[in-house]
């Protein structure tokens, strides 16, 4: 029988509508949904953990590295086969990316969570639980990073989004679908997907900054942020990775003082590259000094840029850990 550790971190998944606002808040223990998960002492012998009750959006990093360190004491002290965390949903993506990234074990860690609470009729908690944990318990789950799991579907950290406020299958990889399903308590895996490299860290640079880009933007919060004392910016620029004229100029300011400039696409499909050669296109940007961030959504760059940034200062490896050999197969692009 494989141990997993459950660590109880609050989200959806731990809340009840209360009768007097009309809303829904924390209110479920641990123990009670675990109890809701009814047969999983024939999958595996569960270690239980509170951690906390936090909303999605309580969630600061703070909060996120001690999640990490508490998970890693877990690790080390009881030596489980897998790990399942649950999370609430609008920021499950950055925390488990961060795990991703900073943590380098073969063990199957697993976040889950609900989108509904338990007072809604289809209350998807104790199902998303089952799923969570017999995926931890799988022998196919070992080496493969940190994994997604709900509505019965697996996704890696490192690709996976939320992409619906509401449904079931709100958290989706672009593109390339996820990694696999859970099937009639099943573990599936029908691709693979490359391992980023593992960058463990202990702190995180916290001072960098997201901004997205609209139609006639200009440099001002740029400039602010910079003058403001911002580490490194994320900008979620347009298409390919393309900005209005008038902020390249707060571009120009944030590289001059060696920040280290991040492009994305607002898209929700798709990867930035040097298409463009006028002023504020992708190739302009780049010829400055921009970091190319690839298909990452902008919450996930905020997260890897601070990751290299706790690591040191240097712009050529913050650059080669983002970007990696993904443009050097057009030497215009080296």
Known sequence: MKKIAVIFNGGTI???????IKAAVPSLTGEEIMHMVTGIEKHAEILSYNFSSFPSPHMTLEKIMELRAYTLDILEREKPHGVVITHGTDTLEETAYLFDLTM???CPIVFTGAMRSGSELGYDGPSNLAQAIVTASAESSVGRGVLVCLNSELNSASEVTKANSLSLNAFRTPVFGPLGIV????????????RREVWPTDQLSTKVELVKTVAGMDSRVLRFLVDDGCEGIVIEALGRGNVPPMMVEGIRYALSRNLPVVIVSRCFEGRVFGSYGYEGGGKHLRNMGVIFGDSLPGQKARIKLMVALSRGKDLEAIKAFFEQERYLDDPDER
Request: proline letters at 9%.
């Open 14 to 20: 731990s809340m009840k509508v209360d009768p007097k």
């Open 104 to 106: 380098d074990t073969p």
């Open 183 to 194: 099937d009639n308590n099943k573990v599936i895996y029908y691709r693979n997907t490359d």
